[in-house]
């Protein structure tokens, strides 16, 4: 009953627009002062120092840094050009191209909104000097850039691994094939588009030039290589890789001469800012946590759900409804913090793997920023393209339908995303 | 004099974030090498955790001070304007209600913990790394408070902070 009632103070608070970490924090002290008086107020000093120092967090400033300082514009273009040598010479060939360079900054950047924000600036303005519509050159890079939450690193990928007490590595790998599937599923209806609107062919195939731009992009293309070889032959830990990431893009700035203290300063400052927003709901979730932990509410929510039914696919069709629905209405992080620490006793009581349910939420998340109204990447997107946001969306549906095809795949086929995960770690 | 003292906190909050970035990056880079050469740092994990601990609350401060904290104003802004005004006083007290607390509460804690020091580094004291939680909520207040009239009047006109783009309409 009194978690009832938080629970409607926290919905209420976050409609009113307190910021949603802290929404979860009143709610959880309302909650604690409720069950343990207010001696227990004193408690909120302790809990929220500790909730922002998970050591496994560490990599989320890290993995934002790297990526910002990849955004500088001489490494972006580089990366365009030797994808465009590559895929060109097809119909709708830039379009296939931004799905391309995606899949490539996805494996830098951890995030999607910095994905779009650093190729939509250069890809969307082209597209449509080419010829496409706003909002389908708006559609296509937003739907590419949600390739970055599914593609290792992933910030929402780490949050989850915190919450689930889940190996951060192995949902890296995990992520690895379903991210190319959707890139190739986006491609292929990127081509119908372009078959049936007859999109520009960019350029003849033609070796000397993908040789060319090759060599001009190797150094980019050395980072994934760093950061996910890094991670994938256990050589570093996913923390270290995120240092080594941060390293390893100031010296390909350097490289190219891209790189300048001013752009390095503001990417420090992007990288604090965004470590702080999604720390603060962290934090909260610690103070949320030990009342969860105290009322054993989500143990009695599996228990719930178990008696109606212990049909795991089943299970996992009702939380993937559930979490398409909050992904309308919540950024991922704060989706993943406010639900997965409820819902990972079920997953446990059912015998779902912890790594592929990770997988499945962060599919569900990456959806959840392609559709309004809470919808970063998609509002992004559009704001960059100067489109419509519903026009954009009746495009983007039909790149929606991909990713949501890979998430069926992913969520009934456990062996697509978890036969690497068993591959290098062994099967548990 | 309200704007230029909320400018020299803004560009003070930066530098101070910026320096934690640095500091943190770099703690990070020289204790994978150690590690890689069999000489892993003893104090690591406890100082790196201390260090996100400050990102986060004097990030935070600067975030308010911003208003880039993670919210949903979809329905907000869709109240008539007597009830929004309501709405926003409302949110407004309670998150700078709950930021007294916090840096009552972690006053409290420096009271606690006044003569502990690190496990790792016996010469910093705990009270000293846990100084971010009075300091940062502080902070935090005094940003919500200078950056309210901005978020207000935002409020008042139905324009997001969080998406500003005019492109929202149903065309």
Known sequence: MLLGVMFLAMVAMIFINVPIGIALAIAALL????????????????????????????????????????????????????????????????????????????????????DVAALGSVMIPEMKKRGYSAPFAAAVTSSSASLA?????????????????????????AGLVPGLMGGLGLMFVAYLFARRYNFPVEKAFDFHDLRTTFVDALPALMLPVIILGGIFSGLVTATE????????????????????????????????????????????????????????VPQKLAAGLVALTDNKYLILMILNVFFLVIGF???????????????????????????????????????????????????????????????????????????????????????????????????? | MISQFRRTLDVTLQWVVIGQMIALTIMVLVAVFYRKFGASLSWYDEVASVMLAWITYYGAALAALRRQHLGFDGVLLRLPIPIRMTAVAIAEVLVIGFFLILAW???????????????????????????????????????ELLSLPESWTAARVGRSLEHPEPHMTRS
């Open chain 2, 105 to 143: 509460a972690g006053w409290q804690v420096l009271e606690v913990v006044g003569d502990e020091n690190l496990i790792s580094l016996p010469w910093i004291s705990v009270s000293f790394t846990q100084s971010v939680i009075p300091i940062g909520a502080a902070l935090f207040v005094i940003c």
């Open chain 1, 149 to 173: 939450i599914i593609i290792p690193p992933s910030i929402p990928m780490i949050l989850y691994a915190v919450s689930a007490n889940a190996s951060v590595e192995q949902l890296f790998v």
């Open chain 1, 241 to 296: 890789a995120a240092g080594l990431a941060v390293l390893a893009s100031v010296v390909v700035g350097l490289w190219y001469r891209d790189f300048d203290l001013k752009h390095l300063r503001e990417s420090m400052l992007d990288g604090g800012l965004q470590t702080a927003v999604v720390m603060i709901l962290v934090a909260a979730s610690v103070l949320m946590g030990d009342l969860l932990t105290v009322s054993q």
């Open chain 1, 31 to 114: 909650g604690q002062v409720s069950f343990h008086g207010t001696n227990s107020l004193v408690t909120v000093g302790i809990e929220m120092y500790r909730g922002a120092t998970g050591f496994a967090l560490i990599s989320i400033p890290m993995f934002v840094l790297a990526g910002a300082i990849m955004n500088a514009g001489g490494i972006s273009r580089r990366l365009i050009a030797f994808v465009s040598a590559i895929i060109g010479f097809v119909r709708g060939g830039l379009a296939m191209v931004n799905i391309g360079v995606s899949l490539f900054f996805a494996e830098i950047s951890g995030s999607a909104v910095a």
């Open chain 1, 329 to 428: 209405f919540l950024h991922s992080a704060a989706a993943i913090i406010l639900v997965v620490p409820i819902i990972i006793p079920l997953i446990e009581t059912v015998g779902i793997n912890p790594v592929h349910f990770g997988l499945i939420v962060t599919l569900n998340l990456a959806i959840g920023q392609q559709t309004p109204p809470v919808a970063s990447v998609l509002i992004t997107s559009c704001s960059i393209a100067k489109a419509d946001i519903w026009e954009t969306t009746k495009v983007n549906i039909h790149f929606i339908a991909v990713l949501l095809t890979v998430l069926m795949i992913c969520t009934y086929v456990p062996a697509v995303p978890m036969f690497l995960v068993d591959l290098i770690y062994g099967t548990p």
